[in-house]
Structures are given as C-alpha cells and as structure tokens.
C-alpha cells in the first residue's frame, strides 16, 4: 500500500545547475500537484497535471520551471538555473478521478532542495 | 482568487484540554475544506476534510464545522495528547483543484 513517493528526498545544488524532483503518485492515482513550501510558511500550489497533460501551471514561475508527467514513469520537476530563492521543500500530492475523490490529495514526503 | 486565513499562529494547550484552530475565506465557491498535519520534515497528513453540503463532521477526536453563510470552518480537537502536536493547516479548493493553504498553526500539548 505505497503511498506517494518522491526522490530525492534531500538535495543540493549549487547556482546555476539544475535541479529533478521526482514524484510517483498512489497507485490508481492519475492526477499530480506540485507545491512548494518556504520556511515557516504554508504550501503554495505551482501546477497541476495529468498523464501527459498540464492542466493548470497558474503557479508556476515563468522562467527557469517546467514539469511534466509522462505516459510511463514519475512525474518530474525540474529547475534550470537555479538561484538560493528556490531553496524550498517541494512536495508532490496525487487523487484519483471517481466521485469526489479527485478533492483529496495525499502528499509525499517532499523534496528538500537547498541552492548553495 | 481564493485566499484563506489561519489563527491562531501558535497555540499551546494542556494534555487533555481542547484545541481550536480557525480559518476564513472570501471565496463563496470554494466548497472543499480540508485540514492537515504536518511533522516536522515530513509531509502534510490529511486528518478530516468537509465539503460544502455539510456543516460538521467528526472523526474519534477530531471535528470540523463549517459555515459557509460566514466563511469559516473550524478544527476542535478535543483530549489533546502530546502526539497531537504539529503543524496543522487549513486548507481549500473550489472549481480549480488545486488546494490552497492557511499559514499554519503550531500546536504543542504540554505534558
């Protein structure tokens, strides 16, 4: 009864390279939210997709982020370029799509990425 | 879009008293409000959620109300115990399914 996976768990960049989170939601689970988390403060959604489909990248910054989930494997995350404000936790959360499942999202451990 | 409020930011309580957290939003479409716990370094735990067609709704210890003609809904813990201490967020969605959060509430029970 896996739940929502992520790797790595911890990782260190150092500016300018880049950086791959990675997300595998609850099996039966067709649907992945990335949100990000500063210190001290609460999640804030950045895009939502589907099996090779982003439904809504409304929190996304314009530059530099970019995710997909494709039709095999786990849904990524990925910083180009990174700068010491992306330093966050990212976390992932999936749903299903019957009845009103689709609200509940579970979350994965996160990503904790620190830019030196 | 839709914005919430948390209070309180930091709420300590004796082991076996209750415990109230509080959130309020604008948006009147939003009509799913769920509440997580969060342990320190680790992800946000669904503990109860509440959609818009039901004012209360309970689970052993835990609650939440809502009311939607005001905009608010509630977390009641009641017979706190050490374990229960977190980080608990409010959170909500509505057409969009993406969740928006409260700022966080950090509980602690005192032994």
């Given at each position: 009864?896996a739940?929502?996976?992520?790797n790595p768990?911890?990782?260190?960049?150092?500016?300018?390279?880049?950086a791959?989170l990675?997300?595998?939601?609850?099996?039966?689970?067709?649907h992945v939210?990335?949100?990000?988390q500063?210190?001290e403060?609460?999640l804030?959604f950045?895009?939502?997709?589907?099996?090779?489909?982003?439904?809504?990248e409304?929190?996304m910054?314009k530059?530099?982020?970019?995710?997909e989930?494709p039709?095999e494997?786990?849904?990524i995350?990925?910083?180009q370029?990174?700068?010491?404000g992306d330093?966050?936790?990212y976390?992932?959360a999936?749903?299903s799509?019957?009845g009103h499942?689709?609200?509940?999202?579970?979350f994965g451990?996160g990503?904790?990425?620190?830019?030196? | 879009?839709?914005?919430v409020?948390?209070h309180p930011?930091?709420?300590?309580?004796?082991e076996?008293?209750?415990?109230?957290i509080?959130?309020?939003?604008?948006?009147?479409?939003?009509?799913y409000?769920?509440?997580y716990?969060?342990e320190?370094?680790k992800g946000p735990?669904?503990?109860?959620?509440?959609?818009?067609?039901?004012g209360?709704?309970?689970d052993?210890?835990?609650?939440?109300?809502?009311n939607?003609t005001a905009?608010?809904f509630?977390?009641h813990i009641t017979e706190t115990?050490?374990?229960?201490s977190?980080?608990?967020?409010?959170a909500l969605?509505?057409?969009a399914?993406?969740l928006?959060?409260?700022?966080?509430?950090q509980?602690?029970v005192?032994?």
């Open positions: 009864n739940g929502v996976m992520q768990r911890h990782l260190v960049r150092r500016r300018g390279q880049e791959r990675r997300c595998s939601p609850m099996k039966g689970h067709s939210y990335w949100y990000r500063l210190p403060e609460g804030k950045m895009v939502y997709l589907q099996k090779e489909n982003i439904i809504d409304s929190g910054p530059e530099r982020f970019s995710a989930f039709k494997g786990p849904s995350l990925r910083i370029q990174v700068v010491r330093s966050a936790a976390f992932c999936s749903s799509v019957t499942s689709y609200n509940e999202q579970f451990p990503t904790r990425l620190t830019v030196l | 879009g839709e914005n409020e948390q930011s930091t709420l300590s309580v004796q076996g008293d209750s415990a109230v509080k959130c309020t939003y604008s948006d009147s479409a939003s009509n409000f769920p509440w716990k969060q320190l370094g735990q669904l503990i109860i959620d509440i959609r818009s067609n039901v209360e709704k309970k052993q210890r835990i609650a939440v109300t809502l939607k905009k608010h509630s977390l115990q050490p374990e229960d977190a980080v608990y967020f409010c969605s509505g057409s399914r993406q928006t959060f409260g700022s966080g509430t509980l602690t005192l032994p």
